[in-house]
Structure formats: C-alpha cells, structure tokens
C-alpha cells in the first residue's frame, strides 16, 4: 500500500541529546514537510523539501535540521538547540497533478517526543 | 503574513444535529485553502477549495469558499459520533509547495 511511515511512534530524549525522526514515503511525492503540533494548536512548519537535496526552512526551524538525499525519505533532526522540544511531529507529502505542484499533503501517523 | 482564524475553538454538539465550523484568512498570494480532519493522529484530508473550485461535497459534508469576504465554512449534516473530531483548516499561498499555514482548529464532540 501507498502511504508515508514515521518511526519511532513515541520517542524520549534527556536534555542536551540530538535525536532524530524517520520519515518514508513511498507515494513518488516529490514534495516532502515537517510540522510541529503542540497542545491546542494547529500545525507549524518547520522545514519543506520540494525536490531532492534542495530544503528550506519553514517558520520554526531554528533548532531543527533536515536531510532529503533520496526522494523518499525526509528525516528530521531535532538538536540540543530547540529549547522546546516535546511536541508532536507530522511528516507530509504533497505530489503534482497535470504537471503542477499540488497542496494537497498527505500525512503520517506521527512522532510524539518527550523531553524528560 | 498569512493567517488563518478557525472558530469556534470547540463545539459540543448532539446526534443528528447539523454544524458549521468557520475559518477566516488573510493572505497575500492566495492558492488555496484545505480542511482536515484529525482523530487522534494523523490529519486526514477532507476537501481543497481553490479559485476554480469553491464549493465540495462529500457525503454528509460540505465546504464552501468565499474570496471575497476571505472566509471557509466546512457543513456537517445528520452528524454522528465518528465526526467527533478536530477539524484543521489550512492556507496554501505563494508559488507552490511552499507548505500550509494551519489554524488551531475546532475541537467538535458529538454526544449521542
């Protein structure tokens, strides 16, 4: 089945640790993004992947880094720099349609981190 | 900057009643603007209204786009307690692919 996987489902992580996110798809989207969820609030871009080795950052992304060398995966590095870090975390995919780029993303199940 | 205002923020409703929940934008390079729904994980897309396309149904739900006044209604009918959900609403802008801009979304509850 078509579809986009995140791992791991729940993650902890002690103060001052790098730990990063997985994220898979395998839908042939060329577009790839990472949102933070917190309590109450709707999603927040943190980093989008529109093709291949090219990023860029989205309205959060200071202590957050990202990787797209192949065009299924996207993962997700959250540094000892975000002071904030427990959160949930989306991965999405977006295609095209008639050869344009299209908004509609498609999410995984999600990564919920926890500072201890 | 753009900006999307859902409200109400939560609505408790009882079975078989009908529901408008609303959301306001503002924005500078209109694209289009999309509702989710969100259960307990992952949102799930529900329509995408653009310029070309400003009224969707599906079933018991609808959603219709207003450009002019800068607002989004998504209608549920008949509703039941599977609807219980948040419902995200979201703004595409700019060249493409460039990411969403979300609301915080309307916690909706159906009682039975």
């Known amino acids: 089945d078509g579809g986009i996987t995140q791992s791991p489902k729940y993650l902890f992580r002690k103060e001052g640790q790098n730990v990063t996110l997985s994220c898979e798809q395998n839908l042939n989207h060329d577009a790839m993004y990472w949102y933070r969820q917190d309590p109450g609030q709707g999603l927040r871009l943190i980093y989008y992947?529109?093709?291949?080795?090219?990023?860029q950052k989205g309205d959060i992304a200071e202590g957050y880094s990202v990787s797209r060398e192949k065009k299924e995966s996207f993962p997700l590095t959250v540094t000892s720099a975000q002071k904030n870090p427990t959160a949930f975390y989306l991965c999405?995919?977006?295609?095209?349609?008639?050869?344009?780029?299209?908004?509609?993303?498609?999410f995984g199940p999600g990564t919920r981190l926890t500072v201890l | 900057e753009d900006k999307v205002v859902q409200s109400p923020l939560s609505l408790v409703v009882h079975e078989g009643d009908t529901v408008t929940l609303n959301c306001s934008y503002e924005?500078?390079?209109?694209?289009?603007l999309l509702w989710y729904k969100q259960e307990k994980k992952a949102p799930t897309f529900l329509f995408m209204l653009t310029s070309s396309g400003i009224e969707k149904k599906s079933g018991r739900l609808s959603s219709i786009l207003d450009k002019k006044e800068l607002f989004s209604i998504l209608n549920i009918t008949a509703t039941q307690t599977g609807d219980s959900a948040v419902y995200l609403c979201a703004l595409g802008s700019g060249g493409g692919a460039d990411g969403l801009t979300f609301g915080k979304g309307t916690h909706l509850i159906i009682q039975p």
């Open positions: 924005v500078t390079n209109f694209r289009s």
């Open positions: 999405a995919s977006s295609g095209t349609s008639g050869g344009s780029s299209t908004d509609t993303q498609y």
């Open positions: 992947s529109q093709i291949v080795n090219d990023f």
